[in-house]
């Protein structure tokens, strides 16, 4: 093979890899979180409110206070954020008893713009 050849066939076999690669490593929906909050021994939802995770974000915020946790009531979240679009996530009364326990919980965002994603709400 000549070098004229070998130069052609490496830019077409890049042309093909680098868009497979793209579309591969955007999945249609999120497997888990990018990085879940580290647990300390100090976290406490009632005292300190929680952290938030969001798996494959990209402009996407949640914010669930400490009075959220205290009522325990059943809520609905937007997740929308900075992003062009939304999602949302209902945390139920199991969920706040759970974080008045100091326990993390995981929930699955509603499926917007062909994905969802994987959300951890833990103590702070």
Not at 35 to 45: G, I, V, Y
Not at 88 to 109: E, G, P, Q, R, W
């Amino acid at each position: 093979m000549n070098r004229k050849t070998f130069i052609q066939k490496s830019v077409g076999a890049l042309l093909i890899a680098v868009p497979a690669v793209s579309m591969l490593s955007c999945s249609s929906s999120d497997d888990g979180v990018d990085e879940p909050p580290k647990q300390n021994a100090n976290a406490d939802c009632l005292a300190n409110g929680t952290s938030i995770s969001i798996g494959s974000n990209h402009g996407h915020s949640l914010t669930v206070s400490k009075a959220d946790v205290n009522a325990g009531v059943a809520k609905t979240y937007s997740i929308q954020g900075t992003s062009g679009h939304g999602h949302t996530i209902n945390l139920t009364a199991a969920n706040f008893t759970s974080l008045k326990a100091n326990s993390s919980i995981s929930i699955t965002s509603t499926n917007d713009n062909d994905h969802t994603h994987a959300v951890q709400v833990s103590c702070a």
